[in-house]
């Protein structure tokens, strides 16, 4: 089907309608998803940096802890071992107080006083096991002077407090401690004129501690923890964890490429960041937010990355909501389109069809023209005004013209001073008439009629008084034949007169006798009477000739017979064609 142009603008309108709402629509959802993703970043950021916070807190509280125990005088009279009886109550005390702590304590796992001699023998030490805490038997105590968190914290300054790397904890006897994800913070224990006894140790269990610390936060986000070198310690996928401890690698920077900015960052200094990864954990998209922060204040080789990251799928739920919302108002606003469309190619197709089917029919020449739409006061409207009024003026040029027509018709078949056929029509019409007498076997007759002594008139009263007396004697002429037969005139002074079914040579010679005695009557002109007078010779069909030539002939040399024979008369052609 061929579409016509204000289908095709009404289409393209549409399309452009449709185009219209569905970017704004896809802008708005895109920005708005946008916008989601940049909250998302920026809610996780914060949240990381809280966590970052409480970490130091929870680690500066265990720190504290440390250094209330280190620089208590009971721990320095334990590691003495001076007073047996002071020694045995002190004991007792500092066991005590280690259950207390490790049970207000979920994430201290082990609490101990570790003396700098023989070898970093435990002097006491409290655990806590699947039951309960408990007081590790003298006899299991064991020496740890070899472990970098004995002999790093004795070099320790007064006041200080050593926190070791991140470790799974392998040693034997730990009891709920073993194999757990730990930190190590210890601080020298001194006598009172400072020499150092022994070292005092709280093991934290880093699993419950970030336990804690998660606690609080919104569900659906996965928590990260890496040491300074972007190894896992904790990790949603359990596998990832403390990998360097398995002999395997599970690197911050493998998971979340633009993380490697912080493990490159020179130690010491924070730094954050926040980045979005394809293949999060689960295979699925990520936002994550990560934090690089120094242990300000503690003795330690560790720095810790901790991140948080949230599943895109989550970060755009909300979007999923506008994406419905906006995909109705597209559709909505393309339905819209479409009739708009369809009602704008109706107004404008309607119209046009209109103009179209008028100029139709006027290019037709139908008697019924096309209705235009002329009262339209639009485009529309002066176009159909334009083309009204050139049909008028073609229409008026066309009536013109066909007057003209008919006026050069006339002169090309009338003779200009008579107004009778000439000799041309005369021809026409007696060819015709011949053609239908031979089919019919009809007879005709030609009367060749020149006027008597109209030289003298013409010689005597002037050219115009010749004029009106040949212009008299042709409507007498005409006035004396039926309406089919001819009257013409040949030229000059002569005229014939051409009679159809002229069977009756009586007849014929009725019809001369009537011109003869009309032509005859005098003509009144300018107060005279102008006299004229006729020859006339007659030829017959089939008698005298079988063409126009041949009858033309021979009536005219009857006529010129009639003229030598003394005038006003007629005379018939005697030639035979017989
Ligand atoms: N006024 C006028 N005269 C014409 C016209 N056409 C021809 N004539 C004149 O008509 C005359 C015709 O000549 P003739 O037939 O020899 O003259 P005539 O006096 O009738 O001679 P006969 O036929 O022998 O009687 C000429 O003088 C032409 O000049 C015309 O249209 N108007």
Known sequence: ?????????????????????????????????????????????????????????GLDNTARDVLLFAEHPMAARLLARSDPALLARSEVNSALLFQRMLATHPEYYQMRLIAAADHGLE????????????????????????????????????????VSRAVINHEVGAHAGLEKPSLQVAAPVRSADGQVLGV?????????LFDQLAADLPPGLQLYLSNGAGEFLIHPDRSKAFAFDRGQSALLQDSFPAAEALVKQQPGLPGQLVTSVEAGVDGAAQVAAFVRQPIAGLRSEEEFILGLSEPLELVLKESEHLGAVSLRIVLAFSALALLLAALLARALSRPIAQIVLAVQRFASGRQEPGVLPLERDDEIGVLARSIDHMQQQ???????????????????????????????????????????????????????????????????LGHAAGDAVLRTLSQRLRLLVREVDTVARMGGDEFVILLDHADDPEAITAVAEKVLESLVQPVLYGGAELVAGASIGVSRYPENGSNATELIAAADHAMYRAKSSGRQRAMFSESDVG
């Not at 920026?42 to 966590?51: H, I, P, S």
């Open 200 to 208: 005092m140790v709280i093991n934290v269990d880093l699993d419950r």
């Open 394 to 460: 073609i229409g008026a040029q066309f009536d013109s013209l066909e007057l003209k027509q008919r006026e050069l018709d006339h002169l090309a078949s009338h003779d200009s001073l008579t107004g009778l056929a000439n000799r041309r029509v005369l021809l026409e019409r007696l060819d015709h008439a011949l053609a239908h007498a031979k089919r019919n076997g009809s007879r005709l007759a030609m009367l060749f009629i020149d006027l008597d002594n109209f030289k003298e008139i013409n010689d005597t």
């Open 1 to 57: 089907m061929k579409l016509g142009i204000a289908w095709r603008l009404g289409l393209a309108l549409a399309a452009v309608g449709v185009l219209a709402a569905g970017l704004t629509g896809y802008y708005g959802y895109s920005a708005s998803r946008q916008l989601l993703v940049a909250a998302a970043e920026e809610r996780l950021l914060t949240a990381t940096r809280v966590l970052v916070r409480q970490l130091a807190v």
């Open 123 to 162: 002097r006491l030490r409290v655990d806590r096991d699947n039951a309960g805490v408990l007081r590790v038997a003298e006899d299991d105590l064991q020496e740890k002077g070899h472990y970098p968190y004995v002999f790093e914290t004795l070099a320790l300054p007064p006041g200080a407090v050593y």
